[in-house]
């Protein structure tokens, strides 16, 4: 009695296969389609010899069954292949996605260390008492009496005209 | 920022309560050779709402809705249709149309109060 190791034994039938290597390893000479799969079961086997042996086999429509159910079985072990190219792409490219998140928050804390904050408060009060002390303001030139409004009014009037000569 | 110190000057004799404000912008304002410090002045004269400021843009040739600029007598017109309350400017125009020597001032507030009796 022949013992087997289980270290002997072959497993490339479990291999993973691309697309070319399932085409080179059947004899399907026209790449037969099965819902978008390539068939990877030998569909053209020879039927004489078939014939001939189903004369005398008593079970030979249970051999055409096994042929509809090889082409069913590698058709769903293609759309398998399929499924999973499918899921890696998608896989890929949430994980490209991940990436780019992780080195934008990555370079924006870079940027966010190396900036420095200052606060100028004179400049930030001389602009405040500006807009407060603006003399051209609404509500200064209100305070102001008419014929000063008219004295500043007719200036700007004047350089305003010469400001549209030049 | 040359406009902008005349434009709040404007705006404040507009909103001045002296009554010589008027005056000020009737000199300056209403005749510039500017359209847009006329088209601002005449604005601000609405906006006081007074006979006396209504009378500038409404009864004076040239000026306000009788602008020879027509950018400055529609702009005048519509801020005229603009005022919440209209009452003075009914009364100035109603004025204008039987009291002014010239026709073409007539006319113009004639055409004014018809739009303000279609727009009410």
Not at chain 1, 64 to 78: R, Y
Not at chain 1, 118 to 144: E, G, H, M, P, T
Not at chain 2, 99 to 114: F, I, L, N, Q
């Amino acid at each position: 009695m022949d013992k087997m190791k289980i270290s002997q034994s072959n497993f490339s039938i479990f291999k993973p296969m691309s697309k070319t290597e399932r085409q080179e390893a059947h004899s399907n000479p026209f790449g037969i389609n099965f819902k978008g799969n390539i068939l990877a079961s030998d569909v053209f086997e020879p039927t004489k010899t078939q014939e001939a042996s189903n004369s005398t086999n008593p079970f030979a429509t249970f051999s055409k069954l096994t042929n509809k159910s090889k082409m069913a079985a590698s058709a769903i072990v293609g759309s398998m292949n399929s499924f999973n190219e499918a899921f890696r792409s998608r896989l890929n490219s949430v994980i490209s996605f991940g990436r780019q998140i992780k080195d934008n928050i990555v370079s924006s804390w870079e940027k966010a260390k190396n900036t420095e904050i200052s606060l100028d408060f004179r400049s930030l009060a001389n602009s405040i008492s500006s807009k407060f002390n603006n003399q051209y303001s609404v509500n200064n030139l209100l305070k102001r009496p008419v014929d000063d409004l008219h004295a500043m009014f007719a200036i700007e009037h004047a350089a305003y005209k010469e400001s549209l000569k030049a | 920022m040359k406009t902008n110190r005349i434009d709040n000057i404007i705006e404040a004799l507009g909103r001045h309560e002296d009554p010589k404000s008027i005056e000020v912008l009737e000199e300056i304002g209403t005749n510039s050779e500017i359209d847009e410090i006329r088209e601002k002045t005449a604005h601000a004269l609405i906006r006081k709402n007074t006979p006396e400021s209504l009378r500038v843009v409404i009864a004076s040739a040239g000026k306000g809705i009788n602008d020879l600029s027509a950018r400055v007598a529609m702009s005048a017109i519509n801020e005229i249709l603009g005022l919440n309350d209209k009452t003075e400017v009914l009364k100035v125009l109603e004025e204008t149309m039987n009291s002014s020597e010239k026709s073409e001032v007539k006319d113009t507030a004639r055409s004014v109060k018809a739009l303000i009796t279609y727009s009410m």
